[in-house]
């Protein structure tokens, strides 16, 4: 078993690649997100992730929440002297533990990154933190290699000069990666690098509560946040920040965020305009930095090929935005970017063992179609394209992207008119995609259309073939509609899947009567690959988790906790979420997203499947306002439905 580490200074995430060739994150108490936290217990142990941050409230000088800051500092008072070594150590046990527990099996060997720039002292004593940890034989691999790697399975590993901007919670670094698949060694090199070690997303949540601060007054209650005396008023503090980062989230969603100022007992509202107008000084001066990066670059550049964003606080929408202006390049963004890293650190480009002669089995990466730039000793030879496999699709060529010219001295791009999300945060997973070639014929086999079918287009970013591994017949109901309809899983790799649905040609959700329904509408129109799906691999209706009768689930909200399903609930609220991120429905995201009513219930639910009665169940769902909840599952049903529609 393999393990891939990212040591971030806010936050630590790891991967595990077992022997079959599966990835996976490691879970750390239900979350792929460790805090990178350390606590020196007075007995002479090291807490590390939430035991830490729990541990903290009562005694927080003991407590170190960002030990990869310290790297310079040899040891750390924590009550007493702490080697930083044996703090990083304590953080990569943890993992290591973790790691066995989930994998069931010994690790062999481990990738740990690091910032590009950290100089051999940094790595060594990040060497000496790995040796003890039970991480097997350790390599130690620049982060935006990782990253570069990441994005090069997903989307072609062609040659390319790719820039990461890594934006986590604390720092900020910038690197150019340089991948020559045709080189002898067809590695990938850092050509340049620099960084920021203080502009992060914490720093934007300081800007934030600066503007709380000067909008409400009352000093004395300030002075009493800044600096807590008591237990009362550290509870208050931690209260205050972690609202602050709560609604900073949310802002990338929503147009506004409430926020409650503890102390102060009093609601403030927070728009995103004003996260935007504070967050963009420190968004430029990472913009600045790219430029004298780019600038100072040893090695003549090519023109970039991708700008990759990496980081949790890359999911602010302004970032995208300032970056494609700057660089005339849309950024690739992606789903989870706090774990690209991690995930990355353990492809063969990054580790150097050769890859299997074709995707493993249970590999959900992009598979090469065709031969391209995969040559030297990472690859096997080009694969040639398959006759028709099953469920896969060629991309049609995407639009011409802009590039900038030959990088000399680098001078930003122009401004340019561009929206303020300009690559949507997850893709509407339809597009672009032709069949391969015409499916064999089955009991409810379209018969093949005669001119080519284009289907509306996706990102751009999309470049390789997807497969389609999982279809699915659903019974769907809501209060206008009941029927069949069809999901599709197309995986993009390690771990991240998008949903597909069946829709005509303004964009709605097709709902047929029965199956014969979808059977005669196939053979009439082909032209939705999800509906040409051969046969063999649908799997039909066997069971209730493929039966969604979503007007149900009012029914049962109305009532007492006791009628509350907590599996159905659950399930129904999963695929309104896939249905309305695939159909782009207006306002589904103040009904369905983080901290609304329905994501706050179907939290206590799913921690409550086996009994929504217990007392801790009752307690929490007793501060649910139940008809507000009724309500915006009726509205987000209503969404659905407006969006629905049975062939004629």
Same mark, same amino acid.
Request: net charge negative; charged share 20%.
């Given at each position: 078993?393999?393990?891939?580490?990212?040591?971030? @200074?806010?936050?630590?995430?790891?991967?595990?690649?077992?022997?079959?060739?599966?990835?996976?994150?490691?879970?750390?108490?239900?979350?792929?997100?460790?805090? &990178?936290?350390?606590?020196?217990?007075?007995?002479?142990?090291?807490?590390?992730?939430?035991? =830490?941050?729990?541990?903290?409230?009562?005694?927080?000088?003991?407590?170190?929440?960002?030990?990869?800051?310290?790297?310079?500092?040899?040891?750390?008072?924590?009550?007493?002297?702490?080697?930083?070594? &044996?703090?990083?150590?304590?953080?990569?046990?943890?993992?290591?533990?973790?790691?066995?527990?989930?994998?069931?099996?010994?690790?062999?060997?481990? @990738?740990?990154?690091?910032?590009?720039?950290?100089?051999?002292?940094?790595?060594?004593?990040?060497?000496?933190?790995?040796?003890?940890?039970?991480?097997?034989?350790?390599?130690?691999?620049?982060?935006?290699?990782?990253?570069?790697?990441?994005?090069?399975?997903?989307?072609?590993?062609?040659?390319?000069?790719?820039?990461?901007?890594?934006?986590?919670?604390?720092?900020?670094?910038?690197?150019?990666?340089?991948?020559?698949?045709?080189?002898?060694?067809?590695?990938?090199?850092?050509?340049?690098?620099?960084?920021?070690?203080?502009?992060?997303?914490?720093?934007?949540?300081?800007?934030?509560?600066?503007?709380?601060?000067?909008?409400? $007054?009352?000093?004395?209650? #300030?002075?009493?946040?800044?600096?807590?005396?008591?237990?009362?008023?550290?509870?208050?503090?931690?209260?205050?920040? !972690?609202?602050?980062?709560?609604?900073?989230?949310?802002?990338?969603?929503?147009? &506004?965020?409430? /926020?409650?100022?503890?102390?102060?007992?009093?609601?403030?509202?927070?728009?995103?305009? !004003?996260?935007?107008?504070?967050?963009?000084?420190?968004?430029?001066?990472?913009?600045?930095?790219?430029?004298?990066?780019?600038?100072?670059?040893?090695?003549?550049?090519?023109?970039?090929?991708?700008?990759?964003?990496?980081?949790?606080?890359?999911?602010?929408?302004?970032?995208?935005?300032?970056?494609?202006?700057?660089?005339?390049?849309?950024?690739?963004?992606?789903?989870?970017?706090?774990?690209?890293?991690?995930?990355? &650190?353990?492809?063969?480009?990054?580790?150097?063992?050769?890859?299997?002669?074709?995707?493993?089995?249970? #590999?959900?990466?992009?598979?090469?179609?065709?031969?391209?730039?995969?040559?030297?000793?990472?690859?096997?030879?080009?694969?040639?394209?398959?006759?028709?496999?099953?469920?896969?699709?060629?991309?049609?060529?995407?639009?011409?992207?802009?590039?900038?010219?030959?990088?000399?001295?680098?001078?930003?791009?122009?401004?340019?008119?561009?929206?303020?999300?300009?690559?949507? =945060?997850?893709? +509407?997973?339809?597009?672009?995609?032709?069949?391969?070639?015409?499916?064999?014929? $089955?009991? #409810?086999?379209?018969?093949?259309?005669?001119?080519?079918?284009?289907?509306?287009?996706?990102?751009?970013?999309?470049?390789? $073939?997807?497969?389609?591994?999982?279809?699915? /017949?659903? !019974?769907?109901?809501?209060?206008?509609?009941?029927?069949?309809?069809?999901?599709?899983?197309?995986?993009?790799?390690?771990?991240?899947?998008?949903?597909?649905?069946?829709?005509?040609?303004?964009?709605?959700?097709?709902?047929?009567?029965?199956?014969?329904?979808?059977?005669?509408?196939?053979?009439?129109?082909?032209?939705?690959?999800?509906?040409?799906?051969?046969?063999?691999?649908?799997?039909?209706?066997?069971?209730?988790?493929?039966?969604?009768?979503?007007?149900?689930?009012?029914?049962?909200?109305?009532?007492?906790?006791?009628? #509350?399903?907590?599996?159905?609930?659950?399930?129904?609220?999963?695929?309104?979420?896939?249905?309305?991120?695939?159909?782009?429905?207006?306002?589904?995201?103040?009904?369905? $997203?983080?901290?609304? @009513?329905?994501?706050?219930?179907? =939290?206590?639910?799913?921690?409550?499947?086996?009994?929504?009665?217990?007392?801790?169940?009752?307690?929490?769902?007793?501060?649910?306002?139940?008809?507000?909840?009724?309500?915006?599952?009726?509205?987000? +049903?209503?969404?659905?439905?407006?969006?629905?529609?049975?062939?004629?």
């Amino acid at each position: 078993m393999e393990l891939g580490v990212d040591l971030g @200074t806010s936050s630590t995430v790891a991967f595990l690649r077992r022997d079959d060739g599966t990835a996976e994150p490691v879970l750390f108490d239900g979350a792929p997100l460790l805090p &990178s936290a350390v606590y020196a217990d007075p007995g002479g142990e090291l807490l590390v992730g939430r035991d =830490a941050l729990h541990a903290a409230r009562a005694r927080p000088e003991r407590f170190e929440g960002n030990p990869k800051r310290r790297i310079d500092d040899g040891t750390v008072f924590l009550g007493a002297e702490v080697a930083v070594e &044996s703090l990083l150590g304590a953080l990569l046990r943890r993992v290591a533990a973790e790691a066995r527990r989930i994998g069931s099996a010994a690790i062999t060997s481990s @990738t740990v990154t690091h910032p590009a720039a950290w100089g051999s002292a940094r790595r060594a004593t990040l060497q000496r933190a790995a040796a003890g940890a039970g991480l097997g034989a350790v390599r130690l691999v620049p982060e935006p290699v990782a990253a570069a790697a990441f994005h090069l399975r997903r989307h072609g590993a062609e040659p390319a000069d790719l820039l990461v901007y890594d934006l986590g919670a604390g720092t900020f670094d910038v690197a150019v990666v340089r991948h020559s698949p045709g080189s002898a060694t067809a590695r990938m090199e850092v050509l340049c690098s620099a960084g920021l070690d203080d502009t992060g997303g914490q720093d934007v949540d300081a800007a934030i509560v600066g503007l709380l601060r000067s909008r409400s $007054g009352t000093p004395e209650l #300030w002075a009493r946040l800044d600096n807590p005396a008591t237990v009362a008023d550290r509870a208050a503090r931690r209260q205050l920040w !972690e609202d602050v980062r709560n609604a900073k989230e949310m802002l990338s969603r929503t147009s &506004s965020a409430t /926020l409650y100022l503890p102390l102060l007992d009093t609601d403030q509202i927070l728009t995103r305009d !004003e996260l935007e107008q504070l967050a963009a000084p420190l968004i430029q001066r990472t913009v600045n930095a790219i430029g004298a990066t780019l600038a100072a670059c040893p090695v003549p550049l090519r023109p970039l090929g991708a700008v990759i964003l990496v980081g949790g606080a890359t999911r602010m929408p302004l970032v995208a935005t300032m970056l494609h202006r700057a660089l005339n390049i849309p950024p690739t963004i992606i789903d989870q970017p706090e774990l690209v890293v991690a995930a990355g &650190s353990l492809d063969p480009m990054v580790t150097g063992r050769p890859g299997p002669a074709g995707p493993p089995a249970e #590999w959900t990466g992009p598979v090469p179609l065709s031969g391209g730039e995969r040559s030297g000793e990472l690859y096997p030879a080009p694969m040639p394209a398959p006759a028709s496999p099953p469920g896969m699709w060629h991309p049609v060529a995407p639009p011409a992207v802009p590039q900038p010219a030959p990088h000399g001295p680098w001078q930003p791009a122009p401004p340019q008119p561009v929206p303020a999300q300009p690559v949507p =945060a997850q893709p +509407v997973p339809a597009g672009a995609w032709q069949p391969a070639a015409p499916p064999p014929a $089955g009991p #409810w086999q379209p018969v093949q259309p005669t001119a080519p079918h284009r289907p509306p287009p996706v990102a751009a970013s999309r470049q390789t $073939g997807v497969a389609l591994t999982i279809v699915e /017949l659903l !019974e769907l109901t809501t209060p206008q509609h009941e029927g069949v309809t069809l999901r599709g899983q197309l995986h993009g790799g390690y771990g991240v899947v998008e949903h597909v649905f069946p829709t005509d040609e303004e964009g709605r959700l097709l709902v047929f009567p029965d199956t014969m329904a979808l059977a005669r509408y196939a053979a009439r129109d082909a032209s939705d690959p999800l509906i040409a799906t051969p046969p063999r691999q649908v799997r039909a209706v066997g069971s209730d988790d493929q039966r969604y009768n979503l007007d149900l689930v009012v029914e049962h909200l109305s009532g007492p906790p006791d009628r #509350w399903l907590p599996s159905f609930v659950c399930r129904c609220r999963d695929l309104c979420a896939q249905l309305a991120v695939f159909l782009g429905l207006a306002g589904a995201d103040d009904l369905i $997203g983080e901290h609304s @009513t329905i994501d706050r219930v179907d =939290a206590i639910l799913r921690k409550h499947l086996a009994d929504v009665t217990s007392r801790g169940a009752r307690r929490r769902l007793a501060q649910i306002d139940q008809v507000r909840l009724v309500e915006d599952w009726t509205g987000l +049903v209503a969404l659905i439905d407006a969006a629905t529609v049975r062939p004629g």
